[in-house]
Nanobody
Framework: VQLQASGGGLVQSGGSLRLACAIFGQRLDDYIIAWFRQAPGMEREGVSCISASDSSTFYSDSVKARFTISRDNAKSTVYLQMNSLKPEDTAVYYC?????????????????????????WGQGTLVTVSS
């Protein structure tokens, strides 16, 4: 599946941005979608994930209560609403996808943070938060 991430930009600390991940060529409701980020010199970090079947959501501790992931299957788009942004949120943000099945859904809580679990990636969108 092809993914296209958008919505990044420059924002002041405390501000908000909404990222979008559009998928092409397949039904969005067949896929688990996750957001990762990578800051310079750092490993890629799982930020949030939304399941395909019941829209269960997962967040890293660093963004919990500030970020919200959602999906609009009719628009084939997953959103990441980012509020109360901090300078440490500065990174390139990537969306990633993998096809779901019962076994994956059952253990999603354990695996969603691992980049190698995803088959397809978007190109990344840069988020810069100034202090």
């Amino acid at each position: 599946v092809q993914l296209q991430a958008s919505g990044g930009g420059l924002v002041q600390s405390g501000g908000s941005l909404r990222l979008a991940c559009a998928i092409f060529g397949q039904r969005l409701d067949d896929y688990i979608i996750a957001w990762f980020r990578q800051a310079p010199g750092m490993e890629r970090e799982g930020v949030s994930c939304i399941s395909a079947s019941d829209s269960s959501t997962f967040y890293s501790d660093s963004v919990k209560a500030r970020f919200t992931i959602s999906r609009d299957n009719a628009k084939s788009t997953v959103y990441l609403q980012m509020n109360s942004l901090k300078p440490e949120d500065t990174a390139v943000y990537y969306c990633a996808a993998r096809r779901t099945n019962y076994g994956v859904h059952a253990r999603l809580w354990a695996i969603w943070r691992a980049p190698h679990e995803y088959d397809d990636w978007g190109q990344g969108t840069l988020v810069t938060v100034s202090s």
